[in-house]
DNA sequence: CTGTTAGCGCGTTCAA
DNA sequence: TTGAACGCGCTAACAG
């Protein structure tokens, strides 16, 4: 099975050249004579030889690939994302490392292991808990924060939650909404704080307020969506409108509701944040915050490869930017405008 | 930036040993004195030593990772099935390096790119149509093919796709159902094969035809089964049930109809394929056929490292159960039984 | 423009 | 059990 491949030496002797010139040749072809060049492509052609990787790398210092750190692989949010930082990678010549976090009972041992082993030339993460003082300090290839927040040291990648989340609420209010509440995500994260934040502070521009009762505690999964629908039909005092901080949630919401009777939006408005495939799809079509998943995963690449090819451990963030994207699960009530 | 690092030469030096000897209280510690081996612990921790895993494959002559090669990154069906493959693969030590054959314009050119340059020590193929001889000739790594056909040289792990139409199909008959409907996968593709042609045998089996006007050609994709839709309502002569080769078509599938001001299932019945997160959330509650999809990972991970340890290039394959999911997108005809 | 030399950091002989 | 020496395959530095 284990068969020799053509290596740099052999090469070098049938093109009857030394080894530092076909590295040349194959690296930097402008280095070399035309009619040595030739002679070398021929001898690999003959040999089909590929230059071995690792050797490389090991003379390189480098290692030739980049690792995603994501919170949980399954989760289809990250599919979009993870497609678009293939591309760009792979158009950069790197290859692409995955690895969940949660796979592991302590994520920051984890990620500890991978910084120094050196297995990537940089980090896209993914998981704003483990965007510490402590891993900024200690690593020594540079590291991108992506959708999430950790420590402001990290240049990062993501969209406004604040503001994404202040556009549901005013739409929700230009549609005459007055009662609204909020499904959130998990405890502790930051994309449910942020969301949280902006539909308080757009709910009190407005004169409104948030009553505990109407803040469902939610996780981002369709079943917590659910639970927060079975929620809303136990109270007496409910919110005509309820914004979801993902579509995942929103759509276990919807299907809760619908399984127990009621009509949508004629009961209960609803708005999602995402834009995930599905939404557009559901009945009634999901009036959603359209987050530019592919676009992250691609900025995200981008900015990472030129740091690394700049040697620095920092760079400016970007900001992606959300919109609205109006389809027909906001209900307008009597006093409300049309959408837009 | 570039800051020096520990080697296994400066470990040497201070725990006074060879570098031989470090290497082995490293990665063989039974063969090294007690007293050695804590001097040499002792360094390691002082210094925060690790192994530099370029050097270590090159000198090993392997990559030390796996690669993944997808059809298409951004779509969620993979979501579970690479968590799956990646808690296994991490598991055992290697790096999980995943690659879109569809990002490049030549899928086939973009395997060979990996295989000659020995980025992985295996491979997992989502792609059937690269699955043919010339490739299971020029591979020196271990191959195994996941949820798709293609050459049976190759090891592969899936469900039984004409198993599962049939199981579909049969669900719709004992529901009552005399003209069923398909919606395809894209042309080409050996799931569409083998789905259509499980649904035409179990159709032939109860006496039933699938004529062409009843047989909508998709792609998997959501819009598909949107499209399918539009042309079932053109139709005079319908279908009273329609099973779709993917839940995401059925998902479309369903909310065109909806929004058409159809009504499900009492106007057509749906039976979906892969059992997605969404489905049970549906209005309907899409019923289908189930796909371990975090399992075939998780095997096909599970198999490719054993062939690797093993040095083999071959092994026998692995067939996932598939199973009805029985929710409320089917409906009794008169003459119909009850789910199961 | 090309060749020589010297490692990148590690694992593995072969002796001792 | 340990050490010396070598080489995995490649590229960077330095001459020429």
Redesign the interface.
Known sequence: ???K?ATIQDIARIAKVSTATVSRALSTPGQVTESTRERVMQAVQQT?Y??????R??RR?R?G?ILALVP?????F???I??GL??VV?AEGY??????TQ??PDPATRVSFYL????ADGLVLFDGRLADKRLARRS?VPIILACEWGDPLFPSVRVNNVEGAALAIRHLIERGHRSIGHITGPRGNVLTDTRLAGTRSALRAAGLELPTDWVFHGDFS?DS??AAARRWMDQADRPTAVFSASD?MA??F???L??AGHTLPAEVSVIGFDDI??S????P?LTTISQPR?RIGERAAAKLTQMIAA???TCDSEEIAVELVCRESVRTLASGLRCR
Do not use: K, W, Y
């Open positions: 099975m284990r068969q491949t089909g590929q230059v071995n990787p690792t050797a790398n090991l210092r290692t690939s949980n692989l399954a989760n289809p990250f599919s979009q993870l497609s293939a591309a792979a290859g692409l490392l995955i690895a969940d796979t592991d120094d082993n050196r297995v020594r369709l969506g659910a995942e759509c276990g919807i299907g809760a619908q399984h495939e599905v557009g799809h559901l009945t079509a592919r040697e620095t451990l």
